[in-house]
């Protein structure tokens, strides 16, 4: 019998698997990146900002101010205004954090295993400017079954 966190475990090994090709693509589709110094980054951001894009952190849950927009829109990276994320992928997963159940393209998102905090989880991280956008998580509605939990902190929604 399989406890909790075996399954997660296995859960997300799966996950780091599946996408692992997805991350090759997305290198060879890649037209161009984005490259700033700490400096230019700090002036570009909030300290927020900043914390999550650039050190990897975690806005704190339902204090995102995109958790509960569901305007028609595209959402971009505040790094570099990468489309990443589309309004018709968004859906309400209770956690507090906009989640969508797929990024705009393959080639928009990248993704790294994240062993941090005794966790295995898979990172999703723009393709241009290597900002830290979330995590993607096995528990999300079809066609998908997958969960992009991203922070708000991260994106601008484009109502175009």
């Given at each position: 019998?399989?406890?909790r966190?075996s399954?997660?475990?296995?859960s997300?090994?799966?996950?780091?698997?599946?996408f692992?090709p997805?991350?090759v693509l997305a290198?060879?589709?890649e037209l161009?990146?984005?490259?700033r110094?700490?400096?230019?980054?700090k002036?570009?951001?909030?300290?927020?900002?900043y914390?999550?894009?650039r050190?990897?952190?975690?806005?704190?849950?339902?204090?995102?101010?995109?958790?509960?927009?569901?305007?028609?829109g595209?959402?971009?990276?505040?790094g570099?205004?990468?489309?990443?994320y589309?309004?018709?992928h968004?859906?309400?997963?209770?956690?507090?954090?906009?989640s969508?159940?797929?990024?705009?393209?393959?080639s928009?998102?990248?993704y790294?295993?994240?062993?941090?905090f005794?966790?295995?989880r898979?990172e999703?991280?723009?393709?241009?400017c290597?900002?830290h956008l979330?995590?993607?998580?096995?528990?999300?509605?079809?066609?998908?079954?997958?969960r992009?939990c991203?922070?708000?902190?991260?994106?601008?929604?484009?109502?175009?």
């Open positions: 019998m399989m406890n966190r399954f997660f475990t296995y997300t090994t799966a996950i780091i698997t599946a692992l997805l991350k290198k060879e589709q161009f990146k984005i490259m110094t700490k400096r230019e980054w002036d570009l951001l909030s300290n927020l900002e914390k999550v894009m050190k990897h952190g975690t806005e704190r849950a339902f204090s995102s101010p995109l958790d509960k927009v569901f305007d028609e595209i959402y971009h990276c505040k570099c205004d990468l489309a990443l589309s309004s018709i968004k859906f309400n997963s209770g956690t507090g954090w906009p969508f159940t797929e990024p705009i393209t393959d928009a998102v990248k790294e295993k994240d062993v941090s005794g966790m295995i898979v999703a991280m723009c393709n241009t290597d900002a979330g995590h993607v998580f096995p528990d999300g509605p079809e066609p998908s079954g997958l992009f991203i922070n708000s902190e991260s994106l601008t929604l484009d109502k175009k």
